[in-house]
């Protein structure tokens, strides 16, 4: 039996879906078993955060996919350590009879890359919630269950709430900063079936990331494209100033204006897992989503 944490997430819904197909035996840990949306599942009630609340969830258990975690660049560091590093800490405990525990970690351990950060690059997160899921990544790794870390890129897709907010101000015309950074996106469905290989393989960390980091400006052409509109392109400053305004975008868009390129050769070796979602159809794709949910919200 595996046991999903965050199921009712953006990641664990895909994964939760894909888990079910595949026709693996699969529980979820939620908060709310009533909202969850994917249906036909057993999900199980319980907080990570909470150790008493786990232990029902882990019966019969042998295989942990841990996604559960805050993600935010608004919330205090100690309340992201909470969840992320504690959290994870409870869910280790519970699970110290489990052959093995898959674990989301985020490319945002390495902060800023100058040049591709491969998994031998010394992490330097420069976030809090960078920090979280580093001291997270290190926990899972030496509690002596098997296990792997992934190190996410920037996921995109339908469904993503990170990406809802982006595309809102996107849609009403908020200017795009001129960033010289690179940028790099893996679509869910990449990142859900690189889970399901490592269901089968795979030890240690791998960096889970698009093949091709591109230029942030290509990027935002190409979303723009999307909502065949042209991109309205302006001085950093002056869109960190307007984003000021609005709670908690000025952090999210630090996160943006992180220069993030990542060697995938590992995860390719290793677990024969490449992405194979092409950009321009993933993002019409999330694109296309966002502006039927913003007709069905009108
Ligand atoms: N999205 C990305 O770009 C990205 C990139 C790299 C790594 N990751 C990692 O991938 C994982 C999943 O991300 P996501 O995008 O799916 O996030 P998300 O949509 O924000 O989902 C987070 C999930 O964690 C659950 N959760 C939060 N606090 C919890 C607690 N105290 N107890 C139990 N469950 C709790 C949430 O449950 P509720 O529904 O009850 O709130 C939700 O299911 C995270 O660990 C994240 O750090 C994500």
Redesign the pocket.
Known sequence: MILL????????RQLLVDLLAAGHPVRA????PA?LSVKGVEAVK????DPASLKPAFRDVDTVI??????SYRLPAAELMR??LD?TRNVLAAAERCKKILF?????VYGETRGEASEATPPAPKTA?GRS?LAAEQAVLAAGIPALAY??????GPG???WTRILKLFGKGFPIPRAQVNTNLIHVRDVSRAFLVGLRKGAGVYNIAGDRSLPFEELATKLAACFHMAPRFAPVWLVSMLAAAKPGLRQELQAFLTNREYAVAKARADLGFSPRMDLDTGLQEMVSWFQSQAKEDA
Do not use: C, M, Q
């Open positions: 944490t965050g199921a009712s997430g953006f990641v664990g840990l939620v908060r709310d909202g319980g907080d990570v955060t841990h996604l559960a975690g805050a993600i969840v992320n959290g989301a970690s985020s490319v945002s919630y899921k190190r996410i890129s920037v996921v995109y993503s709430p990170i």
